[in-house]
């Protein structure tokens, strides 16, 4: 059964997964840093406190975070068929996978920031640093490793997220596991393909880990 | 020309901190209200100070009193809810949120727990607030450098503050304070985190600034002996008020308010466990110093004396605090001490 043709179905998978994981990743980092800074910012603790902008974006992540993905996968189908013309394959996906990460990469990157310690922005605004510049070299910088951290459990987790575009026609290895492992009963292949996931998620951990090591600089 | 600009040329600042009577910081009636949902709280009510340039002063409270709060509203990072703060002459109250940004430049702060860049070396430390400032990098990194010699850290340049001591960091945090050459250096408890050894040399590297830099220092603290150290007069906060202000020396001498007795006599409570019979305080003003005061009075006046509690202290070859002597049982022995304390100008008290 390991014919060529499955081989050379699962590489594609690979490249698919590869391709859905870091892309939605991408956009939804690009999304969520700066809601993430919003949030932190605009706390009533936070360096220019706006509490009413707080509550509309913390809503709006909270609202987007308790959607389950497998309905949220299907409930944005017409918006991701505006946007891209189809609602199968890895590019639709990438659009629901980027909606359901950048709320939960917005709260990872919120919670790397709380942790920059207070007196360090304070020393910040007594040298006179403006809100951008406390951002940009204060709280962006200081939180870097934890930055990291987050940015690795982030793409694991979008790619088990991903794992439910298979039920969608998505591409990828879970839509392989999915089709021949569950409505084929081809164990092997299943096998397979979680095999190849486990690695994908061990590498991207150990990516983030040794990144998150080596630049930071509170460990002599 | 003007008198006090040839001065000002030839001797520097001292000259110009005489000849420029405007005080560098004034606080008229400020107060500071944290308003919460359920209760209030008066962090700061009425204070008056006036800081004169290149002094070093010295603000001085137990934990709660109000006197971090003090020190943030000098620098405006708290606003204060009533009163005016002048710095330089001008009121921080009516200048613009930008303008405020660049008056801070002129205020360097260093904290108790130091508040370094972790993830920056000590030398891009001291750049930072020449970054904030728009300052070129490279004129920044010569800066930097020359600060840190200031310091004596200049083999530390490379290393992040988890490799540095306490004191090496709170060094690094004065360099990086002075990069954008304020007036002014405000201490948030600065010595508070370090040991006694570090906490003298820190000390002796703030007068050095002052005097040398002509920097007018602003001391926060909740250990009389930093003030007794630096500091030429000294505030002192009790229950967001200003309980005391005057000259170090006097406020130690002759302590008026209680707080700044307990202060200055932490020991003090000691002596309310010796029951009964007189007793007499004397005080070291630094007049007598060379004299030994309490060995000459029992043989003069022939009389016995038990010493209860001293607590001294020699500035400057001075001697500055208290002594605390049990008196004779009978009168005319008690009579002869007293007098011979009157005529030799030593200052004394009756206990009970």
């Known amino acids: 059964m390991w014919t060529e043709t499955l081989i050379k179905m699962i590489g594609k998978g690979i490249l698919e997964t590869l391709y859905m994981v870091f892309l939605s990743s991408l956009i939804a980092y690009i999304i969520g840093i700066p809601v993430g800074i919003l949030l932190v910012v605009t706390d009533k603790d936070g360096i220019a406190p706006h509490i009413i902008l707080n509550k509309i974006f913390g809503v709006i992540v909270n609202l987007l975070r308790s959607v389950p993905f497998i309905i949220l996968l299907i409930a944005v189908s017409p918006f991701t068929r505006a946007l891209i013309g189809t609602t199968i394959g890895p590019t639709a996906v990438v659009v629901s996978l980027t909606i359901a990460a950048a709320p939960y990469i917005a709260r990872l990157v919120e919670s790397s920031l709380k942790e920059v310690d207070q007196g360090v922005i304070e020393a910040a605004q007594s040298m006179g640093a403006s809100t951008k510049q406390i951002i940009l070299k204060v709280l962006l910088p200081e939180a870097k490793p934890s930055l990291i951290t987050g940015a690795a459990i ?4 979008i790619l088990g997220y991903s794992a439910m575009s298979g039920f969608v026609g998505g591409g990828g290895l879970p839509d392989i596991a999915i089709r021949y492992g569950y409505y084929r009963y081809e164990t092997d292949v299943m096998l397979v393909t979680v095999a190849i996931l486990v690695v994908i998620v061990q590498v991207i951990q150990e990516i983030g880990t040794r990144w998150t090591r080596k630049s930071d600089k509170r460990i002599s | 020309m003007n008198l006090s600009r040839v001065h000002d040329a030839v001797q520097g600042w001292r000259y110009k901190a005489m000849a420029d009577e405007k005080p560098i910081i004034e606080l008229k009636g400020l107060g500071k209200v944290f308003q919460n949902k359920d209760n209030t709280v008066k962090a700061l009510e009425d204070i008056n100070l006036t800081i004169n340039r290149g002094e070093i002063f010295g603000i001085i409270g137990l934990s709660g009193a109000g006197k971090s709060t003090l020190v943030r509203c000098i620098n405006f990072l708290e606003r204060p809810t009533s009163g005016k703060v002048y710095f330089d002459g001008v009121d921080l109250g009516t200048v613009g949120e930008k303008e405020l940004l660049k008056v801070r430049r002129s205020m ?70 002075l990069a954008t050459n304020p007036k002014v250096l405000l201490c948030d408890e600065a010595t508070s985190a370090l040991d006694p050894t570090t906490t003298r040399s820190i000390l002796s590297l703030l007068k050095e600034i002052n005097v040398e830099l002509g920097i007018t220092v602003i001391v926060i603290t909740h250990e009389m002996s930093v003030i007794e150290e630096i500091c030429n007069r000294v505030a002192i906060i009790d229950q967001s008020r200003i309980a005391e202000i005057g000259e170090v020396e006097e406020v130690f001498v002759r302590p008026k308010s209680d707080i700044a007795k307990r202060l200055v006599f932490s020991g003090e409570t000691h002596i309310e466990t010796f029951v009964g ?72 008290e009756e206990v009970k």
């Open chain 1, 154 to 157: 982030a793409v694991t987790t």
């Open chain 2, 108 to 177: 360097g702060m260093i904290f108790q727990q130091f508040n370094l860049l972790m993830q920056r070396t000590a030398l891009q430390n001291i750049c930072f607030p020449m970054e904030i400032a728009g300052i070129p990098k490279k004129e920044a990194v010569k800066r930097a450098t020359q600060l840190l010699e200031t310091v004596e850290l200049s083999d530390k340049a490379k290393a992040y503050p988890a490799q540095l001591s306490g004191g090496q960091k709170q060094r690094i945090a004065i360099a990086r304070a």
């Open chain 2, 277 to 348: 019979e007189s007793k007499c305080r004397i005080i070291f003003d630094g007049r007598t110093s060379f004299e030994p005061v309490i060995a000459n009075m029992v043989l003069e006046c022939k009389t016995p004396v038990n010493i209860l509690f001293a607590d001294t202290k020699d500035i400057d070859g001075k001697a500055f605090g208290q002594m605390i002597i049990q008196l004779p049982e009978d009168e005319a022995g008690k009579k002869r001490i007293f007098y011979y304390l009157e005529s030799n100008h030593i200052s004394y």
